[in-house]
């Protein structure tokens, strides 16, 4: 039986609840499945932690993360500490320090959820997001704060490398899915250096994938396509920002925020993946035992498809399906079931 080593941060806000529900739903699947095993440890760093000791992050952590099979993530952001230092401090920190490149977000609308589309059935998309440069790569600054001359700038930068990469990967997956169809997502009719190159660097991929059929659509356009024609689009491929910001539309077009689940990937497995539910840490509804825990159920059965699971991932899935179609849902769904109520149905349905 193979045992794998998680690295738990729940982190801030409802991160807290929905990773003990996570936790408790892989305990049930680990205790049933008996082919594996999970053996956690839990990490406390959030925005108190920094609040208290001056970092998210103490010295050694990622070298003691380095150790783990994956990373389950739930969520940071503080009304406490201002969103660019939390983001900045834990989530940025280890998605760039361990390459995890690919970030991966499937938006489906689970049996039971309602799509606010009227043909939302048809969305079964994956996002692929570049993680680790572009609009994220922290470039840029400040000068004559508070002056009238006060000037900033945040740089995009976008490397051959990494674009290269994020291409191969998205038309590897897109030619694993039944109907091998990728979307380039740009602006490159706005942004003519950066963007002009990951449209260069994609039809460049493209030829090793003659099976894949490609599109290229600028980030505006795919909003309205999104919304209208959800059934022309299957795997889309864009930069860290626009894919971040397409990703949060994919998951209301799915029913809410709150099913929507993330994957932060190095491919090479040179360094832990981590998993995550999108959703933050949504602090309005913090401490009400109503946050959604579907988002990091999904998150979970992505990990275990990761470390090779795959029988259990799925299992896991079913069960999610299983209670999501009997409509047991939390408020951001319509429904007037608990954090609690959930995880206790889908533990019943494992
Ligand atoms: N689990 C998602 C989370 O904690 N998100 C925090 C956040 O602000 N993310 C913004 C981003 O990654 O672009």
Not at 283 to 297: E, Q, W
Request: proline letters at 5%; a neutral charge; glycine letters at 8%.
């Amino acid at each position: 039986m193979h045992e794998y080593r998680i690295a738990a941060i729940p982190g801030d806000g409802i991160g807290v609840e929905v990773i003990a529900a996570g936790l408790k739903v892989l305990e049930v699947l680990a205790g049933r499945d008996r082919s594996f095993k999970l053996k956690v440890e839990h990490f406390p760093w959030s925005s108190d932690y920094y609040l208290k000791h001056g970092h998210y992050i103490p010295e050694g952590g990622l070298e003691q993360l380095k150790q783990f099979d994956a990373i389950f993530f739930g969520a940071v952001g503080s009304p406490k500490v201002p969103d660019h230092i939390s983001l900045w401090g834990l989530r940025l920190p280890i998605c760039q320090g361990f390459d995890q490149y690919a970030n991966v977000r499937p938006a489906r609308v689970l049996p039971g959820i309602k799509s606010p589309l009227r043909n939302g059935e048809a969305i079964d998309w994956v996002v692929i997001r570049e993680n680790s440069e572009g609009e994220y790569s922290g470039s840029g600054g400040r000068a004559h704060r508070g002056l009238p001359e006060e000037v900033a700038t945040e740089t995009s930068v976008f490397t051959r490398a990494g674009v290269t990469r994020i291409h191969r990967y998205a038309f590897e997956l897109a030619r694993s899915r039944p109907r091998k169809h990728l979307t380039l997502v740009t602006k490159s009719n706005a942004q003519r250096h950066g963007m002009v190159m990951w449209d260069e660097i994609f039809y460049e991929v493209a030829k090793q994938y003659p099976d894949v059929e490609t599109r290229r659509v600028l980030v505006d356009a795919v909003t309205t396509q999104m919304v209208l024609k959800p059934q022309t689009l299957d795997t889309l491929v864009a930069t860290n920002l626009h894919a971040d910001i397409l990703s949060d539309l994919a998951a209301a077009l799915s029913g809410s925020l709150g099913i929507a689940p993330t994957a932060n990937l190095n491919p090479e497995r040179k360094f832990p993946s981590m998993f995550e539910p999108i959703h933050g840490s949504a602090f309005d509804i913090t401490g009400k035992g109503i946050a959604n825990p579907v988002a990091t159920f999904w998150t979970a059965s992505l990990m275990l498809a990761h470390l090779g699971e795959k029988d259990a991932a799925q299992r896991l899935m079913r069960a999610i399906e299983a209670v999501t179609g009997k409509r047991i849902h939390t408020p951001d769904l319509g429904g007037e079931a608990t954090t609690e109520i959930v995880t206790e149905a889908v533990c019943d349905s494992l």
